[in-house]
């Protein structure tokens, strides 16, 4: 099989996870280790977190960070699983939309078969969103460009009007009917998981329905019975483990103790673990 082949058979069959009702979940990763403990944990596919990654790799998330490092390191990850890999890519890495384009051929070049582009806008005196038409434009761009490359890349379209506070439940589906018809294959919704409101959003969208789940949010089942087809953990999970960090450094640092350390990762296992990847 080609590279291209290759590809195009884990992209049609990370597109046939995005089942509404029986969702595909993603326990999303931030480096080449966190990736094969979750494919380890019998993940059926991964997805990036890109603030995850982004504090990995010394930068803050929201459009800060070079594409160049954030593909590297997703590049670092597809080459340690066998599963479909999709990648957190912002806004596109790109000022205009013609460098989305740009990002998903170096996606694609990666070895990951599905992305996340976001309608945020970020810097001093940007409003919260991209104009609809704009944004549609940029995943037009991305489409087009896996298209041409033969490769059915999955093109998740995020709106980040809950999230910013940019909008409610009209606003939302407005957007995600523009950025569908642009070429995306799904939506992403993070902010809510208030059932009424997933159920609407269930409804409303016309295609597969990606929510963004932490503490206190409902059940993978909960969400599946409102017909999800996606969720993701998000950041969630690198926060956390950031979160042992500091907790165990402040033990280690103040009482000299080391209670915070137990249940961690053997080390033999681990090794382990990175030994058989790829």
């Known amino acids: 099989m080609t590279d291209t082949e290759q590809l195009r058979a884990s992209a049609l069959a990370f597109r046939d996870l995005h089942v509404p009702g029986r969702p595909l979940v993603l326990a999303n990763a931030w480096d080449a280790v966190s990736a094969r403990i979750v494919e380890e944990e019998g993940a059926a596919a991964l997805a990036t977190t890109s603030a995850g990654l982004a504090w990995a790799l010394g930068a803050a998330d929201g459009d800060r960070l070079d594409r160049d490092d954030a593909l590297a390191a997703v590049a670092r990850i597809t080459a340690v699983v066998r599963v479909p890999v999709s990648a957190d890519i912002e806004s596109g890495y790109a000022s ?54 033969e490769v059915p890349l999955f093109v998740n379209a995020r709106v980040d009007t809950f999230l910013r506070g940019a909008g409610g439940l009209g606003e939302t589906l407005e957007r995600a009917a523009a950025f569908l018809a642009a070429g995306a294959d799904g939506v992403f919704v993070p902010g809510t998981t208030d059932p009424a409101t997933v159920k609407a959003l269930v409804e409303g969208i016309d295609g597969p329905l990606n929510i963004l789940v932490g503490p206190g949010a409902p059940s993978v089942a909960e969400l599946a019975a409102l017909g999800v087809a996606r969720i993701s953990a998000g950041s969630s999970m690198a926060a956390a483990a950031h979160g042992l960090v500091r907790r165990a450094a402040r033990e280690l640092l103040g009482t000299g103790t080391y209670e915070n350390l137990t249940g961690g990762f053997d080390y033999a296992g681990l090794n382990a673990l990175m030994g058989r990847a790829g």
Do not use: C, K
């Open 96 to 149: 205009e939309a013609e460098g989305v384009g740009d990002t998903v051929r170096a996606v694609l070049a990666a070895g990951a078969v599905g992305v996340n582009i976001e309608d945020a806008l970020y810097g001093e005196g940007a409003g919260p969103l991209r104009p609809v038409a704009e944004q549609a434009e940029r995943v037009a761009v991305a489409r087009a460009a896996a298209d041409a490359a």
